[in-house]
C-alpha cells in the first residue's frame, strides 16, 4: 500500500495521548477528593525525594481570541484579573503543600495558557516567588513558559530568567498574513525575530517555535515561506502539530467553515513539505509533532531512551507526580488523574472558600496502568516489551491483536514479546497507540472527541 493510500486509510479522529485513559473516558463515578488526596500524597511520598514533582501552572487571560486555539481561555483587557487570580493560584500551592510530608522538590515548572505574558512582569515575579518560597528547586530544574510575540517585553524576560527560567516557547502558527487574518493571530518575522534575539542575549539556552499545518486558508507557497523564515532564525525546538478543528467544542473556530480548511490530501502536502523542509534544516525529528537541533536535550533523550510525555508535552526529565494549578490545569499522581474546574469565576469561588478547585479525575485500574506503560513507551521510544508481569494484561493482548492489521500495512513489527514503529510507521503514532487503546475500543463514542489523525 502506497503512502496516500495509508493516509486516506488511517485519516480517523485520533487522540493525541498525553494520557492514558483520555480525558473522555475517564470514570468520574469512582473519583472524589479524599482518594485524590490520597494518590497525591502517596505519589509524593515515593517519588519527591528521588525525581522532585513537576508543576505546571494554567493562566488563561488573553486580550483577544486566536480563532484556531482549542485552549482554554478568559478573553479580557482589564488586567485587574491579574492579582486576584495570582492570590488564588498561591491558595491552591498551600492546599497541595498541606498535603505533602516535606518541602517539594520543583523539577519542572511550566507556565501555559491563554497568554502568560498577559500578566505584567512583577506580577509574575510575584506569583513565581510565592510558588518557590515554600519549595526546593532541583538542581537540574528546568523552567518555561509560553509567550506572545506581540506582547512578550524585555522586562518579562529579564524577570522571569532572574528567576530560574531559561526556556520559552513562542506561538507562530504561520507567518502568512491572509491566514493570520483568518485565525486573528497576527506577528512579524521581525517581531519574533526580536524576542527570540533578546531572550538568547539575555541567557535563555532554549526557544522552541509552535507552527501548525492544516490552518484555514494556508498553502504550500505560504507554508514554505514560514519555514523558511523559520529556518532563519534557528530556533532549538520546534513543535508542527496538526490543526485540530473543533467547532463543537471551541465555537470561536466557526469563523470559517471546513470549505476553508484544505482537504485530506492537501493537508497531507503540507505536513510532507514541513517536515521535508524541517529535517533538511538539519531538526531531527522527536516523538510525534517535534524537530529540534542536535544540540538540544530532546534530542539526545530521545537517542538515549530516556524521553517522557506527559499534559505538558514532551520532557527529558521524569517526575512521577505533576501538579497542575489554575482553572482547567490537570495534574497527574501517575495512579490518578484531576481537572480543575473550567470557569474563573468558578475557580475564584471555590480555592477562596478553601476548597481544592478539582471537577473531575479518573483513578487508574491494573488495566489501565498497564495500557498507559506501553502507550508512553511507543509515544516516547517507538517500541515497547511485555516481559515482565507488570507489563502484562488481557487488554494488551486484545490490542496486539488489533495491531495485526497494522503490521500488514508495514506500520510496525510485532515480535512475541516486542512491538516496533517502522520509519513509515511514526507517521501514524496516534493510530498505532489508538490499536492498544482498550477503553476507547470498549467504548465506541457516538459522537466525534477527537481531532482527525494526520
Given at each position: 500500500?502506497?503512502?496516500?493510500d495509508?493516509?486516506?486509510?488511517?485519516?480517523?479522529?485520533?487522540?493525541?495521548?498525553?494520557?492514558?485513559?483520555?480525558?473522555?473516558?475517564?470514570?468520574?463515578?469512582?473519583?472524589?477528593?479524599?482518594?485524590?488526596i490520597?494518590?497525591?500524597?502517596?505519589?509524593?511520598?515515593?517519588?519527591?525525594?528521588?525525581?522532585?514533582?513537576?508543576?505546571?501552572?494554567?493562566?488563561?487571560?488573553?486580550?483577544?481570541?486566536?480563532?484556531?486555539?482549542?485552549?482554554?481561555?478568559?478573553?479580557?483587557?482589564?488586567?485587574?484579573?491579574?492579582?486576584?487570580?495570582?492570590?488564588?493560584?498561591?491558595?491552591?500551592?498551600?492546599?497541595?503543600?498541606?498535603?505533602?510530608?516535606?518541602?517539594?522538590?520543583?523539577?519542572?515548572?511550566?507556565?501555559?495558557?491563554?497568554?502568560?505574558?498577559?500578566?505584567?512582569?512583577?506580577?509574575?515575579?510575584l506569583l513565581?516567588?510565592?510558588?518557590?518560597?515554600?519549595?526546593?528547586?532541583?538542581?537540574?530544574?528546568?523552567?518555561?513558559?509560553?509567550?506572545?510575540?506581540?506582547?512578550?517585553?524585555?522586562?518579562?524576560?529579564?524577570?522571569?530568567?532572574?528567576?530560574?527560567?531559561?526556556?520559552?516557547?513562542?506561538?507562530?502558527?504561520?507567518?502568512?498574513?491572509?491566514?493570520?487574518?483568518?485565525i486573528?493571530?497576527?506577528?512579524?518575522?521581525?517581531?519574533?525575530?526580536?524576542?527570540?534575539?533578546?531572550?538568547?542575549?539575555?541567557?535563555?539556552?532554549?526557544?522552541?517555535?509552535?507552527?501548525?499545518?492544516?490552518?484555514?486558508?494556508?498553502?504550500?507557497?505560504?507554508?514554505?515561506?514560514?519555514?523558511?523564515?523559520?529556518?532563519?532564525?534557528?530556533?532549538?525546538?520546534?513543535a508542527?502539530?496538526?490543526?485540530?478543528?473543533?467547532?463543537?467544542?471551541?465555537?470561536?473556530?466557526?469563523?470559517?467553515?471546513?470549505?476553508?480548511?484544505?482537504?485530506?490530501?492537501?493537508?497531507?502536502?503540507?505536513?510532507?513539505?514541513?517536515?521535508?523542509?524541517?529535517?533538511?534544516?538539519?531538526?531531527?525529528?522527536?516523538?510525534?509533532?517535534?524537530?529540534?537541533?542536535?544540540?538540544?536535550?530532546?534530542?539526545?533523550?530521545?537517542?538515549?531512551?530516556?524521553?517522557?510525555?506527559?499534559?505538558?508535552?514532551?520532557?527529558?526529565?521524569?517526575?512521577?507526580?505533576?501538579?497542575?494549578?489554575?482553572?482547567?490545569?490537570?495534574?497527574?499522581?501517575?495512579?490518578?488523574?484531576?481537572?480543575?474546574?473550567?470557569?474563573?469565576?468558578?475557580?475564584?469561588?471555590?480555592?477562596?472558600?478553601?476548597?481544592?478547585?478539582?471537577?473531575?479525575?479518573?483513578?487508574?485500574?491494573?488495566?489501565?496502568l498497564?495500557?498507559?506503560?506501553?502507550?508512553?513507551?511507543?509515544?516516547?521510544?517507538?517500541?515497547?516489551?511485555?516481559?515482565?508481569?507488570g507489563?502484562?494484561?488481557?487488554?494488551?493482548?486484545?490490542?496486539?491483536?488489533?495491531?495485526?492489521?497494522?503490521?500488514?500495512?508495514?506500520?510496525?513489527?510485532l515480535?512475541?514479546?516486542?512491538l516496533?514503529?517502522?520509519?513509515?510507521?511514526?507517521?501514524?503514532?496516534?493510530?498505532?497507540?489508538?490499536?492498544?487503546?482498550?477503553?476507547?475500543?470498549?467504548?465506541?463514542?457516538?459522537?466525534?472527541?477527537?481531532?482527525?489523525?494526520?
Amino acid at each position: 500500500m502506497n503512502n496516500q493510500d495509508l493516509i486516506a486509510k488511517y485519516h480517523v479522529a485520533a487522540p493525541r495521548y498525553t494520557s492514558y485513559p483520555t480525558v473522555p473516558y475517564w470514570e468520574n463515578k469512582g473519583f472524589d477528593e479524599e482518594r485524590w488526596i490520597a494518590a497525591v500524597r502517596s505519589s509524593f511520598s515515593l517519588s519527591n525525594a528521588r525525581d522532585g514533582i513537576s508543576l505546571y501552572i494554567h493562566l488563561p487571560f488573553c486580550e483577544s481570541l486566536c480563532t484556531y486555539c482549542g485552549c482554554n481561555t478568559r478573553i479580557t483587557r482589564n488586567h485587574s484579573v491579574e492579582v486576584p487570580y495570582i492570590m488564588a493560584l498561591l491558595k491552591e500551592w498551600a492546599m497541595y503543600l498541606k498535603i505533602f510530608d516535606e518541602k517539594p522538590v520543583i523539577r519542572e515548572l511550566h507556565l501555559g495558557g491563554g497568554t502568560p505574558t498577559f500578566f505584567n512582569p512583577e506580577n509574575l515575579s510575584l506569583l513565581i516567588e510565592g510558588i518557590l518560597a515554600p519549595a526546593s528547586v532541583h538542581p537540574q530544574a528546568e523552567f518555561s513558559f509560553e509567550a506572545h510575540p506581540g506582547n512578550t517585553t524585555g522586562e518579562h524576560l529579564r524577570a522571569l530568567y532572574k528567576l530560574g527560567f531559561k526556556r520559552l516557547s513562542l506561538g507562530i502558527q504561520d507567518f502568512d498574513p491572509k491566514v493570520q487574518l483568518v485565525i486573528n493571530r497576527a506577528q512579524s518575522v521581525d517581531e519574533v525575530a526580536f524576542v527570540t534575539d533578546l531572550a538568547r542575549s539575555i541567557g535563555y539556552t532554549s526557544v522552541n517555535y509552535d507552527l501548525i499545518y492544516g490552518l484555514p486558508l494556508q498553502s504550500s507557497e505560504g507554508l514554505a515561506a514560514t519555514i523558511d523564515a523559520v529556518l532563519e532564525l534557528r530556533p532549538d525546538r520546534i513543535a508542527f502539530y496538526s490543526y485540530a478543528h473543533v467547532p463543537w467544542l471551541k465555537p470561536g473556530q466557526r469563523r470559517y467553515t471546513e470549505n476553508d480548511l484544505p482537504d485530506a490530501d492537501q493537508k497531507q502536502l503540507l505536513y510532507e513539505l514541513g517536515r521535508g523542509m524541517l529535517k533538511h534544516g538539519g531538526y531531527g525529528e522527536i516523538g510525534m509533532d517535534h524537530f529540534t537541533l542536535e544540540s538540544d536535550s530532546l534530542y539526545a533523550a530521545e537517542k538515549d531512551g530516556r524521553l517522557h510525555r506527559n499534559f505538558m508535552g514532551y520532557t527529558h526529565q521524569y517526575s512521577e507526580l505533576m501538579v497542575g494549578l489554575g482553572v482547567s490545569s490537570i495534574s497527574d499522581s501517575w495512579t490518578a488523574f484531576a481537572q480543575n474546574v473550567k470557569k474563573v469565576e468558578d475557580y475564584l469561588e471555590l480555592v477562596n472558600a478553601g476548597e481544592m478547585p478539582v471537577f473531575k479525575g479518573h483513578i487508574l485500574s491494573d488495566e489501565d496502568l498497564v495500557i498507559r506503560k506501553h502507550i508512553l513507551n511507543l509515544m516516547c521510544t517507538g517500541k515497547t516489551s511485555w516481559t515482565l508481569p507488570g507489563h502484562r494484561h488481557p487488554a494488551l493482548f486484545e490490542g496486539l491483536d488489533r495491531m495485526k492489521l497494522i503490521a500488514e500495512d508495514g506500520l510496525v513489527i510485532l515480535k512475541e514479546q516486542q512491538l516496533e514503529v517502522t520509519p513509515k510507521g511514526k507517521r501514524f503514532l496516534r493510530n498505532i497507540c489508538m490499536a492498544l487503546d482498550s477503553r476507547l475500543w470498549a467504548n465506541q463514542a457516538q459522537t466525534q472527541l477527537f481531532s482527525m489523525a494526520g
